[in-house]
């Protein structure tokens, strides 16, 4: 993976930087690096498109935010905002404003932008995380404000065209031997001015609501997995499409099963006569408690696959096992027939040693014998 330059590193400017002058410091760039003024030269066409990168980022007070405090990492995924720009022209497209009149007339008038995403958070029990469900979601989104119709100006009045730039929304100002067309900055590019603003949305001709949507969740979704509703989002600007509306999975803690990715694990205690001669136990399942057999012999610790009783693939690639981890329980109190049996059971075992207990026994006794004391006194001795 190529490592990317400090955005602010590439537009040369620190990073309590404003908005004015970081647009400034990518004019200059756009300027030395555009394309019509070094035709053929790779380098000068990769600047370029790394100049437009770090401003785009920028110039945006959201992304600039989530740069800010996750560096290259925190653009990635859904709502990153960020264009590809594997081509000039991608470019002119984005920020047609600021190449308007200049290097042969390349302007295409305001940028048209795609709504911003918005998202909400998915409560999950294992079980519908594991079967699939559909959901009702509530978020927040601007919509058409019903006051104004979208206008932003006070019912009974209309908005007026700009007096700075003619109602054009776009100004030309001399760079040089360049001329460069950039956006109006007293009507942000919209050519129209609101003397009175509509009291509702306060001239944004947009107002916040709630939304309620239904969401389809897959079966085998983890945490932190995204379920987007496509078009759900903010509406887009100068007739851009809307945004998305992304629901990021929470899955709430199961009582006694615990996941990894596909698997599933629990815990289930059993005593020693139950490991020695072998039961049947009640297992907890995502379908409920199952009966599960014990063979006779199992050892503390050892554990039990169950094929296919843990979390499908969300892509449908098969279907996960649950792993029953056997805790063997040791009474802390004793009814005393209890007692006299472990007893009994105890001098039985003494009586018929496996070979390894004895060989441990019998080394243990044979360490502690006065000739093998002695012997090991006299070679500390000698090694002194």
């Not at 956006?183 to 309620?212: F, N, W, Y």
């Not at 057999?293 to 050892?299: K, L, Y």
């Not at 802390?332 to 060989?359: C, F, N």
């Amino acid at each position: 993976m190529v490592d990317q330059r400090c955005y602010y590193e590439v537009l040369g400017v620190e990073r309590r930087a404003t908005t004015v002058e970081i647009t400034a410091a990518y004019r200059k760039l756009a300027i030395r690096y555009h394309p019509d003024k070094n035709p053929g030269d790779e380098e000068a066409a990769t600047r370029f498109k790394e100049a437009a990168r770090a401003f785009e980022v920028l110039s945006d007070e959201s992304l600039r935010g989530r740069y800010d405090r996750f560096g290259h990492a925190g653009l990635q995924g859904g709502g990153g905002g960020q264009h590809d720009f594997n081509d000039i022209s991608d470019i002119f497209e984005a920020f047609g404003d600021l190449f308007g009149g200049a290097f042969g007339g390349r302007g295409r008038g305001p940028r048209v932008r795609k709504g911003r995403d918005v998202f909400c958070a998915v409560s999950l029990s294992l079980l519908e995380a594991a079967k699939g469900v559909t959901k009702t979601v509530q978020f927040s989104r601007h919509e058409e404000c019903d006051t104004c119709s979208g206008s932003g100006a006070k019912p009974g009045t209309t908005p007026e065209a700009c007096e700075y730039c003619g109602g054009k929304g776009q100004v030309l100002q001399s760079a040089g031997v360049f001329r460069l067309q950039t956006t109006c900055p007293s009507c942000r590019g919209a050519g129209k001015m609101i003397r009175d603003k509509c009291p509702t949305c306060h001239g944004q001709g947009l107002a916040e609501v709630a939304v309620e949507r239904r969401v389809t969740i897959p079966a085998g979704v983890d945490n932190d997995v995204r379920v987007r509703l496509a078009g759900e989002g903010e509406p887009g600007g100068n007739g851009g499409p809307p945004g998305d509306c992304y629901c990021v999975i929470e899955i709430e803690e199961h009582p006694f099963l615990q996941r990894d990715e596909h698997q599933l694990h629990c815990e289930v205690p059993v005593t020693f006569s139950q490991c020695a001669l072998g039961t049947t136990v009640e297992a907890p399942t995502l379908e409920g408690a199952k009966p599960l057999q014990i063979p006779r012999g199992t050892q503390p610790g050892d554990v039990i696959r169950v094929r296919g009783l843990g979390m499908p693939d969300v892509r449908g690639r098969g279907v996960g096992d649950l792993h029953v981890h056997v805790h063997v329980e040791v009474p802390k109190k004793l009814t005393p027939r209890a007692e006299e049996l472990l007893r009994e059971l105890a001098e039985e075992e003494q009586a018929e040693v496996s070979p390894k207990r004895s060989s441990f026994f019998e080394r243990l006794a044979e360490y502690f014998t006065p000739e093998h004391a002695e012997t090991s006194t006299k070679a500390d001795s000698s090694a002194d």
